[in-house]
């Protein structure tokens, strides 16, 4: 199938500028001015802006968590991922704890995604265990395409101690890969727990007090020196707040590469929700917490200096009914948020409109940054002659208000219930698919797995 998409505004990390696109079966056939192609179906895409296909570096879906499953799993979620103008999902699939290897894992991730996606897909590969074994199969991981990794500084199930995270982020620096880190001191945050219990505190609105940005920023620290002495780059993911990126900053002054995601949670809503009556506060919680308006403007403002390299979303969906198990005990609230649908028209509206980031800023931070962090530029992330036909036709005057009656997800509650969004998804090519018409998904289930070299960054 041949399109020519005529007077739209392409945005690439560098510019805006009126092009025309020729798409030609599942590639990019060609950018310029005045393009004309024989039996392509012309879209005058006047007054829209042409993005890449955003990619989202960060999801969870058909995850457990605390004793219950995500309510969206690759189908429902990757569905929502491809309205939203996502057309690539990197989720994290995981090796289990107890003698298990990293390709178990990885077949088991296949098994939960394969000819279910909407969008196209890949795993980073969390690593739990560190022995003989799992070092021999990190180079099996690559051969399968997984070049980013992941390493948890907290949850029992998940946890590796300071002594294997030095080795595993060197040994992956000799591989040319690195890995994403989730950063909180889990003993402190034990030990805060136990207090809260030991007081009566079982509300929701405790989550942030034991979770504090200072465990955050301490567990930055400490990993950022453990790098430095492994000579080795690593991302910090889901950053939320001022002091863990100040760590940041430090290391980087000290001549460290270190990559930074956040996600829109973050940047859009502060650590009130949590005292929201009637248990309304579970639906936000997620880990780390949602911080405060202070951390938010400092994480805007790292955006539009480009000291955060990515914003992905950590989607992580649960139904009110799931998170009504920590109805007595909020460290039983299964952890996490949607977000996925609505990355790029949050990022948009209260970014670019609100003059926060520019527009080619927006395009490097969830599409460019992400394709060249995880090693699949220009191929994704780049609309150019040679690419995958992944682009997403933005209109800049679509307007609508997030609402869980009219969302994607399998979920009956939505973290950004309310908020207006000015901007929003016309069409999505999925390598040259016409998979999203007037924001509705029209064409399911033609993603395919991604297989990714190593990082371009
Ligand atoms: N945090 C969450 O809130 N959910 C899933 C994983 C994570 O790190
Ligand atoms: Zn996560």
Redesign the pocket.
């Known amino acids: 199938m041949k399109y020519l998409l005529k007077n739209g505004t392409l945005v690439s990390g560098e510019r805006s500028e009126k092009l025309d696109v020729l798409i030609e079966d599942e590639k990019i056939a060609a950018v310029g001015e005045a393009l004309e192609a024989d039996g392509a179906e012309v879209i005058d895409v006047s007054g829209k802006l042409l993005f890449p296909g955003f990619i989202d570096g960060h999801t969870?879906f058909d995850?457990e968590?605390a004793g219950t499953v995500t309510a969206d799993d690759f189908e429902s979620g990757t569905r929502a991922a491809l309205a939203g103008g996502t057309t690539l999902v990197i989720d994290f699939a995981s090796q289990d704890k107890g003698g298990h290897t990293l390709k178990e894992g990885l077949e088991k991730w296949h098994k939960k995604a394969d000819g279910k996606c909407s969008c196209d897909y890949s795993f980073h590969m969390s690593i739990v265990e560190w022995n003989e074994e799992t070092e021999r199969e990190i180079q099996d991981m690559i051969d399968e395409g997984i070049t980013s990794f992941k390493l948890?500084m907290t949850?029992p199930a998940m946890i590796v101690d300071d002594c294997d995270l030095y080795k595993i982020i060197k040994k992956l620096n000799e591989h040319g890969c690195f890995a994403g880190v989730?950063c909180e001191n889990a003993g402190v945050i034990d030990a805060l727990i136990a207090e809260a219990k030991a007081a009566g505190r079982f509300g929701p609105e405790n989550h942030p007090l034991v979770r504090p940005d200072t465990m955050e920023a301490e567990a930055v620290h400490r990993l950022l020196v453990i790098a430095k002495e492994a000579g080795a780059p690593v991302m910090v993911?889901?950053l939320t707040n001022e002091k863990a990126y100040r760590e940041i900053m430090i290391a980087r002054e000290n001549g460290q590469k270190v990559f930074a995601e956040t996600c829109p949670q973050y940047l859009l809503l502060d650590d009130s929700v949590y005292s929201r009556p009637d248990f309304d506060g579970a639906k936000f919680?997620?880990?780390?917490p949602i911080r405060k308006k202070e951390d938010q403007d400092c994480l805007w403002k790292a955006l539009a200096a480009e000291e955060i390299q990515t914003v992905a979303t950590?989607q992580?969906s649960f139904t009110l009914e799931q998170k009504a198990m920590g109805r007595e005990d909020f460290t039983k609230i299964?952890?996490?948020?949607p977000g996925v649908q609505t990355r790029g028209t949050l990022l948009y509206t209260y970014g670019v409109r609100e003059g926060r980031i520019t527009q080619e800023q927006m395009c490097r931070l969830l599409s460019e940054n992400a394709a060249k962090l995880y090693g699949v530029y220009p191929r994704k992330g780049a609309i150019r002659e040679g690419s995958d036909a992944d682009i997403v036709v933005f209109d800049p005057e679509k307007q609508s208000v997030i609402s869980a009656e009219t969302h994607v997800y399998n979920t009956d509650n939505n973290p950004f219930e309310g908020f207006a969004l000015h901007g929003g998804i016309d069409k999505v090519f999925l390598r040259g698919n016409l998979a999203v018409e007037d924001g509705e998904v029209v064409k399911e289930k033609l993603g395919r797995y991604v297989k990714r070299g190593k990082k371009q960054i």
């Open positions: 969870h995850l968590v948890y949850y989730h993911v889901h919680v997620c880990a780390p950590d992580c299964p952890g996490g948020l």
